[in-house]
């Protein structure tokens, strides 16, 4: 370790004392400070190495598919696990519409939720609401599933159809959706309001004209992060959302794909290798729709006025 | 057009802590009145009950009557959104609405209150930023975001923004705090100009400012850290810097104060 020896030897620093040293380095110090350098340096490796091995294995497995063009033209219809072929456009379309579908009842009763907590919220009702945000955000997907599931199926006898795992989906979202508006709202100065308040504007209205736009683009940051998460969730789909094989766009009848249900389909069948090379190329397809969320979320992030 | 405001007895609470007692005073119309007083002393607090954005803040209330023209602020079916309207307000911190155009904000106070008519909202947006000496600045940029400007530009924006909905009396918090010192005098040339049309009450900490914009000064104080704020005086300017009644605001004029 050069950085202990580069310290001034003991004996000097006694015998010749200076008014000021800054030369060298105090050896205890320097090694403190590089064992923590490599510490988390390994930890930052520890947290990144499998993300990038299962990107990396993903890609690989997967990638032949994706670059296929029917793989975004054509659904599975007609194809078995032994055949090759065929696509996943009717997975990705039922995941996009539920994804909509969930982001659609999810926002507005999220985004209200939160601007009542922040703008109107006091006392003990709004601690309570509060305290529910927290409990839903820690709810498991497969309970938000089967709570869907025990209310709709078993309670009032519907069947299994792509409209409940919104519902369930949506469950999930809500919570996400709260928290990030709220966090949002927060961040609006307060003098904002006042202006508004001062020029006779009132308090509604100072809210949708003002705060709401003010923190538009977090705000949708927050839906396409919770919508990224909640899009990739594959137990209420397993519960409420039979799987086909042909596109099938009808949420409220008849089986519905999406690309989790699709990556579980062709691992029950995973005997063979075209449907091996499908859940590769599934899951890589999920992770870059995902992705690109994200992207998108970030993107808006930075047109932010707050 | 402009208002007078007569204060009688006005107590001002935060939840249970009494942060202003007994304030009795009388506004000019067509004047500038300041007040002055050190820090906590309550003039910003008695500043903000005048157009009742005190009771905006969590726990704020207010005991005793705000007279406008004779009518009491604080009545019962007195709707606070219309009192706003009547007695506009300029910040400490200039604010403008960071998502709107400079036009959009100065037209925002009648475009929030429902007035649709373009030609209208047009006409209103010059004459504001012409009364608040900022049109011949931006006319060729009105619709660049107002959070652009310079902060002195950003102020007489707000002002522009508080004129715009034509209020009877100008409510303005240390107004130039964090303004350089030509924009504070841009500022307070816009002062003198107001007052002939508009009642301007402002809180400064700056006691030049204080002789050299007000036509009245009052002056507040506070015994301890804790204890409530009260009015001490309030008398022409030239008095209350020349020869005032108590000793108290003698001490702090001169700087003897504490």
Same mark, same amino acid.
């Given at each position: 370790?050069?950085?202990?020896?580069?310290?001034?030897?003991?004996?000097?620093?006694?015998?010749?004392?200076?008014?000021?040293?800054?030369?060298?380095?105090?050896?205890?110090?320097?090694?403190?400070?590089?064992?923590?350098?490599?510490?988390?340096?390994?930890?930052?490796?520890?947290?990144?190495?499998?993300?990038?091995?299962?990107?990396?294995?993903?890609?690989?497995?997967?990638?032949?598919?994706?670059?296929?063009?029917?793989?975004?033209?054509?659904?599975?219809?007609?194809?078995? %696990? =032994?055949?090759? @072929?065929?696509? $996943?456009?009717?997975? !990705?379309? *039922?995941?996009?519409?539920?994804?909509?579908? +969930?982001? /659609?009842?999810?926002?507005?009763?999220?985004?209200?939720?939160?601007?009542?907590?922040?703008?109107?919220?006091?006392?003990?009702?709004?601690?309570?609401?509060?305290?529910?945000?927290?409990?839903?955000?820690?709810?498991?997907?497969?309970?938000?599933?089967?709570?869907?599931?025990?209310?709709?199926?078993?309670?009032?006898?519907?069947?299994?159809?792509?409209?409940?795992?919104?519902?369930?989906?949506?469950?999930?979202?809500?919570?996400?959706?709260?928290?990030?508006?709220?966090?949002?709202?927060?961040?609006?100065?307060?003098?904002?309001?006042?202006?508004?308040?001062?020029?006779?504007?009132?308090?509604?209205?100072?809210?949708?004209?003002?705060?709401?736009?003010?923190?538009?683009?977090?705000?949708?940051?927050?839906?396409?992060?919770?919508? %990224? =998460?909640?899009? @990739?969730?594959? $137990?209420?789909?397993? !519960?409420? *959302?039979?799987?086909?094989?042909?596109?099938? +766009?009808? /949420?409220?009848?008849?089986?519905?794909?999406?690309?989790?249900?699709?990556?579980?389909?062709?691992?029950?069948?995973?005997?063979?290798?075209?449907?091996?090379?499908?859940?590769?190329?599934?899951?890589?397809?999920?992770?870059?729709?995902?992705?690109?969320?994200?992207?998108?979320?970030?993107?808006?992030?930075?047109?932010?006025?707050? | 057009?402009?208002?007078?405001?007569?204060?009688?007895?006005?107590?001002?609470?935060?939840?249970?802590?009494?942060?202003?007692?007994?304030?009795?005073?009388?506004?000019?119309?067509?004047?500038?009145?300041?007040?002055?007083?050190?820090?906590?002393?309550?003039?910003?607090?008695?500043?903000?009950?005048?157009?009742?954005?005190?009771?905006?803040?969590?726990?704020?209330?207010?005991?005793?009557?705000?007279?406008?023209?004779?009518?009491?602020?604080?009545?019962?079916?007195?709707?606070?959104?219309?009192?706003?309207?009547?007695?506009?307000?300029?910040?400490?911190?200039?604010?403008?609405?960071?998502?709107?155009?400079?036009?959009?904000?100065?037209?925002?106070?009648?475009?929030?209150?429902?007035?649709?008519?373009?030609?209208?909202?047009?006409?209103?947006?010059?004459?504001?930023?012409?009364?608040?000496?900022?049109?011949?600045?931006?006319?060729?940029?009105?619709?660049?975001?107002?959070?652009?400007?310079?902060?002195?530009?950003?102020?007489?924006?707000?002002?522009?923004?508080?004129?715009?909905?034509?209020?009877?009396?100008?409510?303005?918090?240390?107004?130039?705090?964090?303004?350089?010192?030509?924009?504070?005098?841009?500022?307070?040339?816009?002062?003198?100009?107001?007052?002939?049309?508009?009642?301007?009450?402002?809180?400064?900490?700056?006691?030049?400012?204080?002789?050299?914009?007000?036509?009245?000064?009052?002056?507040?104080?506070?015994?301890?850290?804790?204890?409530?704020?009260?009015?001490?005086?309030?008398?022409?300017?030239?008095?209350?810097?020349?020869?005032?009644?108590?000793?108290?605001?003698?001490?702090?004029?001169?700087?003897?104060?504490?």
């Amino acid at each position: 370790m050069t950085a202990i020896t580069n310290g001034l030897p003991r004996d000097r620093m006694l015998s010749e004392p200076r008014d000021l040293d800054l030369r060298g380095k105090s050896g205890s110090r320097a090694l403190k400070n590089s064992v923590a350098t490599a510490v988390m340096w390994a930890a930052f490796a520890i947290a990144v190495i499998p993300l990038v091995w299962i990107l990396l294995t993903v890609a690989v497995k997967g990638g032949h598919l994706i670059l296929d063009s029917t793989w975004w033209t054509n659904s599975q219809q007609g194809i078995t %696990a =032994r055949r090759e @072929g065929g696509g $996943a456009v009717h997975a !990705i379309q *039922g995941t996009l519409i539920q994804g909509l579908v +969930t982001a /659609l009842i999810s926002v507005p009763i999220g985004v209200l939720t939160a601007v009542y907590l922040v703008e109107y919220g006091r006392g003990r009702f709004a601690r309570i609401v509060s305290f529910m945000v927290d409990i839903l955000t820690g709810v498991p997907s497969i309970v938000a599933g089967l709570f869907i599931y025990a209310v709709f199926i078993t309670t009032f006898g519907f069947t299994r159809a792509g409209i409940f795992v919104c519902l369930s989906l949506t469950l999930l979202m809500i919570p996400v959706v709260v928290r990030s508006t709220e966090e949002m709202l927060k961040l609006v100065p307060n003098e904002l309001r006042e202006a508004a308040y001062a020029l006779g504007v009132p308090k509604w209205k100072t809210i949708f004209s003002v705060v709401l736009p003010t923190a538009f683009s977090g705000i949708i940051t927050g839906v396409l992060l919770g919508l %990224a =998460r909640v899009m @990739g969730e594959t $137990a209420p789909l397993l !519960i409420l *959302g039979p799987y086909t094989k042909a596109i099938a +766009t009808d /949420l409220f009848g008849g089986n519905m794909a999406t690309l989790p249900t699709m990556i579980n389909q062709d691992r029950d069948q995973a005997v063979t290798l075209p449907a091996y090379d499908r859940i590769w190329a599934a899951a890589l397809t999920l992770i870059l729709l995902i992705l690109l969320l994200n992207l998108l979320g970030r993107l808006a992030g930075r047109f932010s006025k707050v | 057009m402009a208002k007078r405001i007569d204060v009688s007895d006005l107590d001002i609470f935060y939840g249970s802590f009494k942060a202003v007692e007994g304030v009795s005073m009388s506004i000019e119309p067509r004047a500038v009145t300041a007040f002055i007083g050190p820090s906590g002393c309550g003039k910003s607090t008695v500043l903000r009950t005048l157009n009742r954005m005190h009771e905006v803040i969590p726990g704020g209330r207010v005991e005793g009557k705000v007279l406008l023209d004779g009518q009491d602020l604080y009545a019962k079916d007195v709707d606070p959104v219309g009192v706003r309207r009547t007695v506009g307000m300029v910040f400490q911190r200039p604010n403008p609405f960071p998502t709107m155009t400079i036009r959009d904000n100065v037209a925002a106070g009648l475009k929030l209150n429902g007035v649709k008519n373009k030609a209208r909202l047009d006409e209103v947006v010059e004459k504001s930023l012409k009364g608040a000496n900022l049109w011949n600045e931006v006319k060729d940029r009105l619709d660049k975001p107002g959070a652009g400007l310079s902060g002195g530009q950003q102020q007489r924006l707000c002002i522009a923004r508080a004129i715009a909905v034509e209020p009877q009396v100008l409510l303005m918090d240390e107004p130039c705090s964090a303004l350089d010192p030509i924009s504070t005098l841009a500022i307070e040339d816009l002062i003198n100009e107001l007052k002939e049309r508009y009642t301007i009450v402002i809180v400064t900490h700056n006691m030049q400012q204080a002789a050299r914009v007000s036509d009245q000064t009052a002056f507040f104080n506070l015994k301890a850290t804790g204890q409530p704020g009260k009015l001490v005086e309030l008398d022409s300017t030239s008095k209350i810097f020349n020869n005032p009644t108590e000793k108290a605001t003698e001490d702090y004029i001169s700087g003897r104060f504490g």
